[in-house]
């Protein structure tokens, strides 16, 4: 069965830092595209930032210089590197897993909470 894990949510204070983990189970991500979105309540979940399976990464436009995606194959996670976080950074993060041959994962998601 294939899960998508995702760890390293709760409350930060504003300008503080967090670190997103997820763990993959069932699949090997060195065959995937990963990304990580964020889903506030009311609004449509959008992409925070997408890695490769080259490497390649891009950050939505809003957070690049805060934020960082970064994915280690043998130990089959990605990452997602949060600084400087501000209230609007809330919201529930989910990793997906996607490639034009499989089927496209989703996590559960894990909620960030920034305090001001």
């Known amino acids: 069965q294939v899960r998508l894990v995702e760890s390293g949510g709760g409350t930060v204070q504003a300008g503080g830092s967090a670190t997103l983990s997820c763990t993959a189970y069932g699949i090997a991500v060195g065959d995937y595209s990963l990304s990580w979105h964020r889903q506030v309540i009311g609004k449509q979940r959008e992409q925070v930032a997408r890695?490769?399976?080259?490497?390649?990464?891009s950050v939505a436009g809003s957070l690049e210089g805060r934020f960082t995606i970064s994915r280690d194959n043998a130990k089959n996670t990605v990452s997602l590197q949060m600084n400087n976080l501000k209230p609007e950074d809330a919201g529930v993060y989910s990793c997906?897993?996607?490639?034009?041959?499989?089927?496209?994962?989703w996590g559960q998601g894990t909620q960030v909470t920034v305090s001001s």
């Open positions: 997906k897993a996607d490639s034009t041959l499989r089927p496209t994962y």
């Open positions: 890695i490769t399976r080259g490497g390649a990464t």
